[in-house]
């Protein structure tokens, strides 16, 4: 987890231009590098640098002596970065995993350079050689990037979009910024005076598509006939190969533990790797509700089967109610169970940050899009509207969970890793029929929770808990968090701003003082950018007015809680 910055082509002074890159530091604590380019002095790169890998030559732009006119600034975790090494005989300088990059664009140009990258990254790389400067950003999102691009081909780049929104240029109208969207590069010439134009924008890789680095991936040719028993042989093989890659790091491994199935079995597989490959501390699991929170009481259930060093971090409504608006400037949107899920997220990174040395934080963002776990996809008229909606989630994540786990664990300097959105692993599951990833018999993710059952990973009341929204699980089972919030923000948001809400707010109107409050608090970090959020997420197939599961008629408490 780092914070990259860049710009080309400033008409304004670059010392008083760097100020911006310092809204983005809470993500690379341990240091701090501006360099401008040679020849183009108008043109600088920022980092903030959180060491992971490589704490002697890990910091950027990244340069080596074999390629003098490449400068590459990225965040994120090339996890095949030795695999390609040895499949191409590279030469490396460093230990960085990022410097694969270097050597890819060197031998194969940049569409197979970011489409052999088995990881999580946004990348800027810049070839003064040739004139060009590139973006490209991972297939989910999982590491975020923006961009402000001006009518006179300024170019401005940051991790975050609250980097960018006091860059000054000379132009009469206000550029835009927007996120880079995942799965696809950006080509640009680099003129002389600075400036850039954009040649090309292309999509490098598609969730539904096997990934091209598949070729030199450690797992092998799978089983391609789509029998129940091969099906889910090929799901444990590929969920674990997912966690065993991401145990790559110098620094602590933690994982976060809700006590639903997909955070338990991330922890699970976790505890049983570390083992394996011995590393030399025990595994941290960390939770966060009230007392009585049936999330709180599953994650220890877990814990003590699964053997882990848990931390239960207490959580009050008053707590999180207080916590909202730091949370809203860090996730840079108003979504509704966005920030609700948030909260609890946010502060319990505080906690590991404050707390204990885990660095690397695990966790189970996107096995509920991917495996259909919503509880509203029992309502999907087809398999193939549940297939479509599926794929739909997946495309949006970085609007909305990518968007949490990054900007809640980046805002206390932690390093987030999501297995179930690994290349491989999702493309799989995105393979199987339509049929195959439906809810069956009244319980949703049926193949992922059956594809572990009988092997004692998790205990067997989780692997077959019922789907209980992050936010919600945190509090009692009497009184859901979202209840808490919107009691409060009652007497915040007073009846005359709800009247006049949609004058107001045109775009995306709010339609609760729930929702006001947050648009009232974005709008205070972030005036005139709501455009950022295309719109609210909400259930499919149902009349729903409020995103969150415990109001849907389908919820019923699991029996376990």
Not at 192 to 211: I, M, W
Not at 259 to 285: C, F, R
Not at 443 to 458: A, C, M, P, T, Y
Not at 465 to 486: P, V
């Amino acid at each position: 987890m780092c914070g990259i910055w860049a710009l080309f082509g400033s008409d304004e002074c670059l010392s008083v231009q760097c100020m911006c890159a310092m809204k983005i530091a809470h993500r690379g604590p341990d240091a701090f590098r501006f360099e401008n380019v040679n020849g183009f002095t108008n043109c600088c790169f920022g980092f903030h640098r959180l060491a992971i890998v490589d704490q002697l030559y890990g910091m950027q732009p990244l340069r080596v002596k074999k390629f003098p006119y490449l400068w590459l600034c990225y965040n994120g975790e090339i996890y095949n970065h030795q695999a390609l090494k040895t499949k191409f005989d590279f030469d490396y300088q460093t230990k960085v995993d990022g410097e694969v990059l270097l050597h890819l664009y060197d031998r194969f140009g940049i569409q197979k350079m970011a489409s052999l990258l088995d990881g999580v990254f946004a990348f800027i790389l810049l070839d003064t050689a040739n004139r060009k400067v590139y973006l490209g950003r991972d297939t989910y999102g999982v590491r975020p990037l923006f961009k402000f691009l001006a009518d006179d081909g300024f170019l401005a780049v940051c991790s975050e979009a609250k980097g960018l929104v006091e860059i000054t240029h000379s132009m009469e109208t206000a550029a835009s910024i927007v996120p880079f969207l995942p799965g696809y590069f950006e080509v640009f010439d680099l003129k002389l005076n600075g400036k850039v134009q954009s040649v090309q924008f292309e999509q490098f890789h598609c969730c539904t598509r096997e990934p091209a680095h598949a070729l030199y991936d450690t797992v092998e040719g799978l089983s391609s006939d789509f029998g129940e028993e091969t099906v889910k042989r090929n799901i444990r093989t590929l969920f674990e190969n997912a966690v065993r890659k991401r145990l790559m790091a110098h620094r602590r491994i933690g994982c976060l533990l809700s006590g639903g199935l997909d955070s338990s079995l991330v922890a699970a597989m976790l505890l049983k790797l570390s083992k394996e490959e011995k590393l030399p501390y025990s595994i941290q699991t960390f939770s966060i509700g009230a007392e009585d929170s049936p999330d709180v009481m599953a994650a220890e259930k877990v814990a003590a089967h699964i053997g882990s060093e848990h931390h239960k971090v207490e959580f009050t409504a008053e707590e999180g109610v207080k916590a909202v608006e730091d949370v809203i400037f860090h996730l840079e949107t108003y979504d509704i169970t966005t920030v609700r899920a948030s909260v609890g997220m946010y502060l319990v990174s505080k906690y590991i940050r404050e707390k204990t040395d885990s660095v690397v934080i695990f966790s189970g963002e996107g096995s509920d899009e991917l495996t259909q776990g919503y509880l509203y996809f029992h309502k999907a008229p087809s398999a193939k509207a549940g297939a479509d909606d599926s794929i739909r989630l997946l495309k949006e994540l970085y609007l909305f969970d990518v968007l949490r786990a990054d900007r809640t664990t980046a805002a206390h300097g932690l390093e987030l890793r999501v297995p179930f959105l690994d290349h491989r692993f999702t493309a799989y599951y995105l393979s199987l029929p339509e049929e195959m990833r439906t809810p069956k018999d009244g319980v949703e993710k049926h193949l992922l929770r059956d594809s572990f059952k009988g092997l004692n990973l998790i205990p067997d009341e989780i692997l077959w808990r019922r789907k209980e929204a992050f936010s919600d699980g945190m509090m009692s089972e009497k009184k859901s968090w979202y209840t808490y919030l919107q009691e409060h923000l009652d007497s915040v948001v007073n009846d005359s701003q709800m009247e006049k809400a949609e004058q107001t707010f045109p775009h995306n109107p709010p339609r609760t003082k729930e929702a006001y409050y947050y648009r009232q608090v974005f709008e205070k970090f972030f005036p005139g950018r709501a455009q950022w959020l295309s719109h609210y997420w909400m259930p499919c197939w149902i009349s729903a007015t409020d995103p969150s599961a415990r109001t849907l008629s389908i919820y019923k408490p699991d029996k376990h809680q």
